[in-house]
């Protein structure tokens, strides 16, 4: 955002003619609480704002037809330490920030993303829905070595028990994302036994090393799109691609389109 905010344009430019119907503003580590240990805390309103402007002008550039810009938060502590958590004061004021700002320059919608646990997800719920935008609830899980579908980053947690305390809280949409697609199908069983409205599944593909997300294994473009046609016959509504994944996955979706309505109907 920064140093090089053509290429964030470009970005969303290029996921926008691939398909892309929703467009996350590059914010997922943009709270107070993040940037402000950083040393970029006279950053945060700046950061927020800018983002906001890219992801619409990029849409007002290449969009054909209508695409909802999404405001991305995630509850990530400082240096992805657990134990640097702001107290809880802070941390609800710091979302607050973040959302209201989001708002305020004119995102349709707010993106919770990466939540993978519930004290600190349920401040961020709290200060999205106080913006009165929908507010779409992103989960993170993962398949543990015994089979049980656990938190992606608490793998001690449960995922039914963040979908027991985050569900009731009455998101607009629940979004299954940066999930190991191995552990999806099951993942929609849970969220559909809790959860009548629209379920979404954007998956991520690889892995990360600090700072670098690693390409390797990623799924197909033409096996994503395969992998969705259960997804689609289960229940969900909305799919996409987290981190590994490409314009080209996207692209894979939308040329599936016909497949995917025909899995939808059936």
């Not at 099951?186 to 892995?207: L, N, T």
């Not at 996955?249 to 040329?255: D, E, P, R, S, T």
Request: glycine share 8%.
């Amino acid at each position: 955002m920064l140093s090089h905010p053509d290429a964030v344009r470009e970005t969303h430019e290029d996921y926008i003619r691939a398909g892309s119907m929703v467009i996350t503003t590059n914010t997922f580590g943009s709270t107070r609480q993040m940037l402000e240990p950083a040393g970029f805390g006279d950053r945060v309103e700046m950061v927020h704002r800018d983002a906001v402007k890219l992801a619409r002008e990029a849409r007002d550039n290449v969009a054909e037809q209508g695409v909802a810009v999404a405001g991305s938060i995630s509850t990530e502590p400082p240096g992805f330490d657990r134990d640097a958590f702001l107290s809880p004061e802070k941390e609800l004021e710091a979302y607050r920030e973040a959302a209201g700002l989001l708002a305020d320059a004119g995102v349709d919608l707010i993106a919770l993303e990466m939540i993978v646990e519930t004290t600190h997800a349920a401040l961020a719920i709290q200060a999205a829905q106080e913006t009165s935008l929908p507010v779409w609830l992103g989960v993170g899980c993962k398949k543990r070595k015994d089979g049980t579908i656990v938190s992606f980053d608490h793998t001690e947690l449960e995922f039914v028990a963040v979908l027991d305390a985050l569900i009731p809280m009455g998101p607009t949409v629940v979004n299954i994302m940066h999930s190991e697609i191995g552990a999806i199908p099951e993942a929609i069983d849970m969220v559909r036994q809790r959860w009548s409205g629209p379920i979404g599944v954007y998956p991520e593909s690889g892995y990360f090393t600090q700072p670098y997300w690693n390409f390797v294994d990623v799924i197909s473009p033409a096996d994503l799109a395969t992998e969705a046609l259960g997804w689609i016959a289960a229940g969900v509504r909305l799919l996409g691609g987290c981190c590994g994944t490409s314009p080209a996955h996207i692209k894979a979706l939308q040329a599936a389109m016909p497949e995917l309505e025909a899995a939808r109907s059936a």
